[in-house]
């Protein structure tokens, strides 16, 4: 499960690209340096050259940090939508990061990538793991479960179940029935656009990895935010809304993927593999703005002007 290493990274750098000294910047893939200065020859010439946008071109790639998305999520992301070119510029959220090492699709994108992560989990422990396992974290990480009605949950620390304080509520965790004490634990009921992306206007990574409905925390969207890719693990369960959330996705122009991440699922059983589905923001294009208006030559992989 996950633990593999992204693919097209050469000696830690992007596109096999030497990292820039001071006043130099490498064309991509030639490895000339860009002329400059005067020419030896009359008259002198002037070398315009394209505009570079500054993050992606310093960009630089981790190979020592392992992918441990829990189907290898994380790989299928990379591969598809983040090597040509690299972008180590982004911003990825992760609903129920678990202890942010083990099965975190986030990590790689953080710590190998250099991505801003943010990230909520309701389980106390795991949260408690979470925030040691990530110190380097440059977003926020959250306790907080997503209810509909709140404004807490009660917490078993034995089961690892969930309990509401109102009947009918349906949450993002696996509830429970047990016997609620003085000393039982509590987690806060939060939102996404109150409590998670609040201040910011683009997401290009939104993973909702929880073991209750999806749909508890879609709900609580501001979709003023705009998000290039959804991962959402939709397993069937009792009062889980999964054609709501898939209804909300689509009033707000998201379209499922023509391709199924769990191709990139390597566990022993097929049925070992989440049930995960993508959803695109419509006409995503992963190739910066800034890299649309160059040659397409250019591009790691591309073919001559």
Not at 229 to 238: F, K, P, Q
């Amino acid at each position: 499960m996950g633990g593999g290493y992204a693919a097209g990274m050469v000696g830690g750098y992007a596109g096999g690209m030497l990292p820039m000294t001071g006043g130099q910047g490498m064309l991509p893939q030639t490895g000339m340096l860009p002329m400059t200065g005067q020419m030896s020859n009359d008259p002198q010439v002037t070398v315009l050259e394209s505009p570079k946008p500054a993050c992606p071109w310093a960009c630089q790639i981790d190979e020592n940090v392992p992918t441990r998305g829990e189907s290898n999520e994380d790989d299928a992301l990379y591969e598809i939508f983040y090597t040509n070119p690299l972008n180590c510029c982004g911003t990825i959220v992760e609903i129920g990061a678990g202890n942010g090492f083990q099965r975190s699709a986030s990590y790689f994108f953080e710590q190998g990538m250099n991505w801003t992560a943010y990230l909520t989990e309701a389980d106390p422990l795991l949260h408690a793991q979470l925030t040691s396992n990530r110190p380097r974290n440059k977003g926020f990480i959250r306790k907080g479960a997503y209810c509909k009605d709140g404004p807490e949950l009660f917490f078993d620390e034995e089961s690892r179940t969930f309990k509401s304080q109102t009947s009918g509520d349906f949450t993002s965790e696996k509830m429970g029935d047990f016997v609620v004490e003085l000393e039982t634990p509590t987690v806060p009921c939060i939102r996404l656009d109150r409590d998670v992306v609040a201040g910011l206007d683009h997401v290009n990574v939104f993973i909702i990895n929880v073991p209750g409905d999806p749909w508890a925390v879609i709900r609580t969207m501001d979709w003023d935010v705009i998000v290039d890719i959804w991962v959402l693990r939709m397993e069937d369960g009792s009062n889980v809304y999964l054609d709501t959330a898939r209804a909300a996705l689509r009033l707000h122009d998201y379209v499922p993927a023509a391709w199924d991440i769990k191709l990139w699922c390597d566990t022993p059983s097929p049925d070992d593999c989440k049930e995960n589905e993508v959803w695109l923001r419509k006409g995503f294009n992963p190739i910066h703005k800034e890299y649309l208006t160059m040659n397409r030559h250019l591009l790691r992989g591309g073919g001559g002007p």
